[in-house]
């Protein structure tokens, strides 16, 4: 069924996989065609998620003529860009250090605002080309459920103001005041920060497509590409050759030739419930459409969707051996049991609502945990990515950012301190994976001692846990 006909109603019956229930609720679209033989182009982009659809968009903005061609192994945003958690926020990946070292701390002040008014330019463009995707901007709640997670509140909120965050960024928020918006069981406070808002990804992504493509832009899907090389894309159907080659392609980047090393595709899970009653939106008294995070060491995400649903999501199996991914977003049973309790725990309301999805996605991940952009002017060669959970709306920067350098221009996007970052390789197998189950096996024990020994401080086994990865 295509995205442009009637949506389906999501039966109550549940699902695991089917890529996400995103795509449940609005039907999957229909293949574009395969790659019909070599070809040459202008500017070549591997990948149409966000990050290649958003790059192609400001490149087409701002030269019409260009011959772009984007190529997906599956469809335009099968991936990460369908299945996330639907938080168009102005979080950015990694540690403000790393990018002040080379841009020092005015560089990552600039930063953060940009991310900050990117959140207000992807919901401009989606009203400007008549995309509807639920979206919703009343902002984004954490809430602290322990005394430890309440420590960590705070010290978030001083690390916000020492990169320049304003009072009107970050408010802290009472255990009555966060009640007061939604009501979390065992909450002891909140943060709240307004740039934040609603998305239904499957419908902004699947919109984008139709808009870029209609500009004039070639979108191949179903062309696996295998090499990246200077000058070319090479694929299981041809050869696209252009002076301009775009590597967009977040966690399946491990899938091109070399390149196995570069970013971690680390997984991450999501359940949604059937519509809740209105005597359970009673008592949880979620009325409008703020995002949920948490100060968990294995953090959850969760957004009340537009059809009254909880959509909540975390950690299930961190990283599969090799830097395999999974089959069309199947995740595992006691992932879904995982959080399935943990929706329970959080929202007692819930307990009687059938889950009715569960579903997973990889993101990319590179050494140091921060994202980057980046140009090789001298092969033509170009990335964006690493955003470690927080792209949604990281790739629309990264994707005005990509233009610029492609377009040579010297812009304030251009010099924003995450671009020409280059990071170290992971370690290979097994010491990858054997680092990144250990971690998350330290942070779960972390959260576990944090709560049951009502601890007033960070655990020490988190710290163990971040000494372990370089975070």
Same mark, same amino acid.
């Given at each position: ?42 500017? +070549? ?6 990050? !290649? ?12 003529? $260009? ?122 406070? !909140?943060?709240?920060?307004?740039? +934040? ?10 919109? $984008? ?38 590597? +967009? ?48 060491? !294995? ?12 959509? $909540? ?61 980046? $140009? ?96």
């Amino acid at each position: 069924m295509s995205i442009d006909e009637k949506p389906v109603d999501a039966p109550t019956e549940f699902v695991n996989g089917d890529v996400s229930f995103w795509y449940r609720s609005i039907g999957l679209p229909d293949r574009r065609p395969p790659l019909p033989g070599d070809r040459d182009a202008d500017v +070549c982009i591997v990948g149409a998620g966000f990050t !290649g659809l958003w790059t192609a968009y400001y490149l087409k903005q701002a030269q019409p003529d $260009l011959r772009i061609v984007l190529l997906d192994r599956e469809f335009a945003g099968f991936g990460a860009s369908g299945r996330n958690g639907g938080w168009l926020s102005a979080e950015l990946a990694g540690k403000r250090d790393a990018y002040a070292a080379t841009h020092g701390h005015q560089g990552v002040v600039d930063l953060m605002r940009a991310m900050r008014g990117a959140v207000d330019e992807v919901i401009a463009v989606a009203k400007g080309e008549g995309i509807d995707a639920d979206i919703a901007k009343d902002g984004l709640l954490h809430v602290a459920r322990n005394r430890a997670q309440l420590g960590r509140l705070h010290e978030s909120l001083r690390y916000e103001q020492d990169w320049g965050a304003g009072p009107e960024d970050f408010v802290a928020l009472s255990r009555d005041e966060m009640d007061s918006r939604i009501r979390v069981a065992g909450a002891l406070g !909140g943060l709240f920060s307004p740039h +934040c808002a609603r998305v239904q990804p499957a419908k902004l992504v699947q919109g $984008l497509a139709r808009v870029v493509e209609a500009t004039g832009v070639t979108i191949f899907e179903q062309t696996a590409v295998n090499r990246i090389e200077q000058g070319r894309a090479v694929t299981d159907h041809g050869t696209v050759r252009a002076p301009i080659v775009l590597r +967009c392609l977040e966690g399946f980047t491990a899938s091109i030739e070399g390149q196995r090393r570069n970013w971690l595709p680390m997984n991450s899970s999501m359940v949604v419930t059937a519509p809740l009653p209105k005597d359970a939106y009673d008592q949880i008294g979620w009325q409008d459409a703020e995002l949920l995070g948490d100060y968990a060491h !294995g953090y959850m995400y969760a957004q009340r969707t537009a059809d009254n649903r909880i959509a $909540l999501g975390g950690r299930g199996i961190p990283y599969r051996y090799g830097s395999r991914i999974d089959d069309r977003g199947a995740t595992q049973h006691w992932t879904v049991e995982a959080l399935t309790a943990l929706m329970h725990d959080m929202f007692p309301a819930t307990t009687d609502v059938p889950i009715v999805h569960a579903w997973c996605g990889v993101l990319g991940v590179p050494r140091d945990w921060t994202a980057t952009v980046d $140009l090789d002017r001298s092969t033509g060669l170009g990335t964006a990515g690493g955003y470690v959970g927080s792209g949604l709306t990281t790739t629309n920067l990264a994707g005005r950012t990509l233009a610029d350098l492609v377009l040579e221009r010297d812009t304030e996007l251009t010099r924003l301190s995450w671009v020409g970052r280059h990071v170290r390789r992971w370690e290979p197998e097994p010491l990858r994976w054997l680092g990144v189950q250990s971690m998350y096996v330290l942070y779960r024990m972390a959260d576990r001692r944090e709560t049951e020994k009502n601890l007033a401080h960070t655990s020490r086994i988190a710290r163990i846990a971040n000494m372990i990865t370089g975070r």
